[in-house]
Nanobody
Framework: QVQLVESGGGLVQAGGSLRVSCAAS????????MGWFRQAPGKEREFVAA????????YYADSVKGRFTISRDNAKNMVYLQMNNLRPEDTAVYYC?????????????????WGQGTQVTVSS
């Protein structure tokens, strides 16, 4: 089992950058595929990015490709989402998710563990 805690959200102007972090508990973090999702008011939770256990594979939603970068540090039990060139439509609560698997998943129902979320607001 793993517990996830996000941090680093905040308010930023359009075109700015922000990095959100996710701290994971447990000694088996390196066995988990990690994902970032987001949910805006009135909308469904959507996939943002995911990273494989060893960090050798990453996937991104088309809407963030080229602007966001997911990374992980297994020694520190951390996963990060660097967000550049932010847009107002990126405004949402960002969630970290984990699944003990070698497969990278892109749908919320495929993940077993979730953090509480961190708010990211991009002003125009």
């Amino acid at each position: 089992q793993v517990q996830l805690v996000e941090s680093g959200g905040g308010l930023v102007q359009a075109g700015g950058s922000l990095r959100v972090s996710c701290a994971a508990s447990g000694r088996t973090f390196s066995t988990y595929t990690m994902g970032w999702f987001r949910q805006a008011p009135g909308k469904e939770r959507e996939f943002v990015a995911a990273i494989a256990r060893t960090g050798d594979r990453t996937y991104y939603a088309d809407s963030v490709k080229g602007r966001f970068t997911i990374s992980r540090d297994n020694a520190k039990n951390m996963v990060y989402l660097q967000m550049n060139n932010l847009r107002p439509e990126d405004t949402a609560v960002y969630y970290c998710a984990a699944r003990n698997s070698a497969v990278i998943y892109k749908t919320p129902n495929d993940y077993d563990y979730w953090g509480q979320g961190t708010q990211v607001t991009v002003s125009s």
